[in-house]
Every structure is written in structure tokens, then in C-alpha cells.
């Protein structure tokens, strides 16, 4: 069975080989996969990191030197290898765009700039970006592409080795809003197209507010032109930019599908709040123009947001709106990420979570991240069967936000950083270690609590009660099967008094709680 996405309850899953999957991964250093000697020492280390996904990019230029002429050599090498080493790719097409510039294009496509039309800022000097407006270089993309689909359908299609794609990298317009070739001219004159337009009245009460507001400030026209429908701004620019980014990205993305339909999903460069349009790469499939994504690449699955920004939180829940599951391709490879890890698996409907340059780092680096991947990959099958139900919960704590309240089966429960405890020394560092975690509730009195550097506390939900608890008991999964390690009583729970993992360390723990 093909790789798929299936919508479960309110959940969107991956089913790999017909099971949920949750992407454990990590991306590769950009130019890593070009040389596969330089990857061989690689792999063993990304096994010893827990990975269950590799997440390697697939580059254009060496795919295709010469026109027509296709090399799938490193394609097949990743394939050769991340078999060897028990593992799934997430390919990443560095097509047209890699990080708003075309620097993965052919050299037969840089050098005939008469062909393949590029980006003109508003003096007319142009960029090293291929235009969205030049059907010929769409038409190269898309040959392109398609010759990847069926490479991968022809060597891959029993194995399934490789799991998702990603169409392009990071599209965003620079350094002006919107382009000003001849094309993209004519067609900023031009209606607004009516499949976008379509979208806006149908999805009327479902629109991010912060599209909406930009066309409601109009007065919610029904018809003309991109100015008249959003206003004379930047803002409108880029609404233009973000439609034709996005049908050329589904253009690429649906042919590609029409031969070997793979799950597949585009990437945005967050912007910083407060910086206009043009100034950061601007159209991508960003929060505030997801509804323009949304109607124009209905072939694309997901929209991910990559990690480089702070307030992981925030963006999280804008990208989980609507439908939209959180596949997260990209997080800067930094401290914290286990604890992020935990908390995205648990909070949202997290198919991926993926350190970026992963191959990159020394060992030691790589501890926290491995060790939160050994858990969650324990605990899959059981995020998998509860989340759809409701019945899984993630916290993220920090020192600006270091205790969350959320109510699961028959309690209320408090997760705290373990530095909030009146008697912690860590309190007084000037920087906290994030911690974070994940609870499954799989009766209304029993749970598993997953995670590092954490305290969490109880309360019945039933007035006049309080909880206490029957048992803690560390341990691993073999398997389906709970193994249970040491009864923490005494110092280890408070004397009966919470659960906690301590920084640094990382269990899981079989909680039963009872009310008194
Ligand atoms: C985000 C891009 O998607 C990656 O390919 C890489 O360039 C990182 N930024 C930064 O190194």
C-alpha cells in the first residue's frame, strides 16, 4: 500500500506500510546528499540517533545536467542506503525554488535567460529567481519532477521507502514584493481569478482573519481586479505572488502525483512580525496567505512551517488551523528540540518533527534529541490510537511560560518546569533548559507521561475530591508490551505528591491515580 494520508476523527495520519507513522527525523545539511561518500559515515550515526526518517533533497542540477538527460544515481543511492540503515526519506524537490532563488536549476536553464524568464524587481533588474509567470519554465520544472514520480515509482513502489515529498524549498519573493517582469505585469491587471474567488465566498466563515480582514477592509468585493478586490498595498502584492507561486507549485505537484501519488507538502520561511512584504521572502505558504495556498494548490497536502523564529507555540497553532495537520521539516538543531519534540507529537497532529543539518552534529548534540525519539517511537502506537480520541495532551515549558493546565480523563492536571519547584537551584540560571511532555490517557484514571524536565500534578475534576496516586512506575515498551522498571514513591513522586522526570533525564511513566 502507498504511503497516504487518511483522516482519523479530527486527526489527519500518514500510513506507512497501512500504520500511522509519526515522522522521527532529521534534515540533511543542504549539499550533504550530493556526494554519497561524503554521507557513508553519516548513516550510521543518523541510526544511532533514533531517526526513522531522513529528510534529503533531491537537486535538480545534478538530476538533469542536459536537458532531457536524467541521472538518478544520488536518488538511488539515498534509496540503497536509508534501506540499509532501516530507514524512510522524505525527498525534497530543489526544483525552481530553493529559499525564494533558483539556485538549483540546470546550468541549461541559468544560462538562457531568453527561455526561462526570471524575477525583475521594480527597476527592472533581474534576479537569479525564475519566474512564476514564464509557462516555459513551469514546463521544465514539471518534466522534471515527473521523471523523479516515476524513477521513485519504478524502484520504490514495493519498498516505499520513501514516504512524503516536498515540492520545492522555502518559495518566497524577494527583495520586492511581487515581481515586475512583463508577464506578472499583465497579469497584476488582470480579475482576480475566479477559482480563488470561488474559494474566498465559499470558505467566507472559514478564512484566516488575517486574510479576510485584508479583503473585508475592500468590502468583500466579489469581482476585479487584484487591487480593486485587496486594496493598493503590499499586502496585495503578495496575495498576487502567494496564487502564483501556488498554481505553479500544484502544476509540479499534481503531475508528479498523476504518476506516483505520494503524500505530498510545501515549506514557508516564517516571517518576522512587523516587516513588510518584499522585505522577508514573501508569498510562501505563510500563516497570514495560507487561504491563498489553500485554493490555489489543492494537490499539495500540507502546508509546514520551517523553525528558525522563536514562539514555537504561536506558530504551531497558526498552522494548525482548519484541516492543515503540523508537519514540521525543518527546527533549528538547537536545545530544546527534545522538548519541542514531545510537545508537538503530543499537543497537535504532528506527523514530523526534524532537526535541520542533523548529519552536522557531534555526538553529543544529538543525546537529547535521540533519547526523546527512542521514547516517542515507543509510545507511537499508542499516540497514534489516542490522539484521534482526544486523549493525548503535550506541554512546552519555559521560563516565560513554565506551567500549563489542560483537563484529561477524570482529572485536571498542572505541568510545571521542574525549576518552578520552590527548592530548585536551576530556578536562578539565567536561561532554562526547555522542558517539555506529552500524557496519554488510556483509561479515565491511567496514564502514560512521557517527557523531560517536568512536574505534573493532579485534580479530580469532581468537586469536593482530591487525587492521589495508586501507583508510578518507570519503564519501556517492548513491542505492545508494558515493562515496568522502578515503583518511584518516596522522593522520587513527592512522597505521593506529583509525577516528575527531571532535566536531563527522560522516561516514560505508567501513572494510575485514584480520588479521595
Ligand atoms: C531553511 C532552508 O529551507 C534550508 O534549506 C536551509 O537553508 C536552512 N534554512 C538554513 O540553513
Redesign the pocket.
Known amino acids: 500500500m502507498m504511503p497516504h494520508l487518511v483522516k482519523t476523527g479530527p486527526s489527519t495520519q500518514l500510513l506507512v506500510d497501512g500504520k500511522p507513522f509519526l515522522i522521527l527525523g532529521g534534515?540533511l545539511?543542504?549539499s550533504a546528499a550530493s556526494s554519497t561518500a561524503y554521507m557513508q559515515p553519516m548513516w550510521p550515526k543518523l541510526r544511532a540517533m533514533r531517526l526513522n526518517t531522513v529528510i534529503a533533497?533531491v537537486y535538480w542540477e545534478l538530476m538533469e545536467p542536459q536537458e532531457g538527460k536524467f541521472d538518478f544515481t544520488l536518488v538511488d543511492d539515498l534509496l540503497r542506503d536509508a534501506r540499509k540503515n532501516q530507514m524512510k526519506l522524505v525527498l525534497?524537490w530543489f526544483g525552481t525554488w530553493?529559499?525564494s532563488m533558483s539556485c538549483y536549476a540546470p546550468a541549461w536553464v541559468k544560462t538562457d535567460t531568453k527561455r526561462f524568464l526570471r524575477v525583475e524587481d521594480d527597476k527592472g533588474v533581474m534576479q537569479e529567481i525564475l519566474t512564476p509567470f514564464e509557462p516555459r519554465n513551469l514546463e521544465a520544472d514539471r518534466k522534471a519532477f515527473v521523471q523523479l514520480m516515476q524513477h521513485l515509482k519504478a524502484t520504490d513502489n514495493q519498498q516505499h521507502t520513501v514516504i512524503t515529498v516536498q515540492v520545492e524549498?522555502?518559495i518566497g519573493m524577494l527583495p520586492t514584493a511581487r515581481t515586475y517582469d512583463a508577464q506578472a505585469n499583465a497579469a497584476f491587471k488582470q480579475q482576480v481569478p475566479a477559482p480563488l474567488l470561488t474559494y474566498m465566498q465559499r470558505e467566507k466563515k472559514n478564512l484566516k482573519p488575517e486574510f479576510a480582514a485584508v479583503w473585508q477592509r475592500q468590502g468583500a468585493k466579489t469581482k476585479g481586479t487584484w487591487e480593486e478586490v485587496f486594496g493598493q498595498s503590499l499586502a496585495t502584492d503578495e496575495l498576487f505572488m502567494a496564487w502564483h507561486f501556488a498554481t505553479y507549485t500544484n502544476a509540479v505537484a499534481a503531475a508528479g502525483k498523476a504518476v506516483y501519488p505520494l503524500p505530498m507538502y510545501v515549506?514557508a520561511?516564517l516571517n518576522r512580525p512587523g516587516v513588510a512584504p518584499g522585505k522577508y521572502p514573501s508569498a510562501g505558504p505563510l500563516p497570514h496567505v495560507m487561504d491563498v495556498w489553500l485554493a490555489g494548490a489543492p494537490s499539495i497536502d500540507i502546508l509546514a512551517p520551517?523553525f528558525?523564529n522563536p514562539d514555537f507555540k504561536h506558530w504551531c497553532d497558526l498552522y494548525t488551523r482548519g484541516d492543515n495537520p503540523l508537519f514540521i521539516?525543518?527546527h533549528r538543531f538547537e536545545d530544546g528540540v527534545d522538548a519541542k519534540a514531545f510537545f508537538a507529537f503530543g499537543n497537535y497532529n504532528c506527523l514530523s518533527f526534524s532537526p535541520?543539518?542533523i548529519e552536522g552534529s557531534d555526538t553529543l548534540k544529538g543525546v537529547p534529541i535521540c533519547k526523546a525519539y527512542d521514547l516517542i517511537q515507543q509510545v507511537t502506537p499508542l499516540i497514534t490510537k489516542y490522539q484521534p480520541l482526544g486523549q493525548v495532551r503535550g506541554f512546552l515549558l519555559q521560563k516565560d511560560s513554565a506551567a500549563r493546565t489542560f483537563t484529561l480523563g477524570d482529572y485536571r492536571f498542572t505541568a510545571k518546569h521542574e525549576y518552578t519547584l520552590g527548592w530548585s537551584l536551576g530556578a536562578k540560571n539565567a536561561t532554562w533548559n526547555p522542558g517539555g511532555g506529552l500524557i496519554i490517557a488510556v483509561a479515565p484514571n491511567e496514564f502514560y507521561v512521557v517527557g523531560t524536565g517536568l512536574v505534573l500534578t493532579a485534580e479530580p475534576n469532581a468537586k469536593g475530591k482530591r487525587a492521589g496516586y495508586l501507583s508510578v512506575d518507570e519503564g519501556h515498551f517492548e513491542g505492545d508490551k508494558w515493562v515496568a522498571g522502578r515503583r518511584l514513591n518516596g522522593d522520587e513522586d513527592h512522597q505521593g505528591r506529583h509525577v516528575r522526570v527531571p532535566g536531563k533525564e527522560y522516561h516514560i511513566q505508567h501513572v494510575k491515580l485514584y480520588t479521595y
Do not use: C
Request: hydrophobic share 25%; no cysteine.
Open positions: 534534515e545539511g543542504n533533497p525534497l530553493k529559499n524549498n522555502e515549506n520561511a520551517d528558525y521539516p525543518e535541520f543539518a
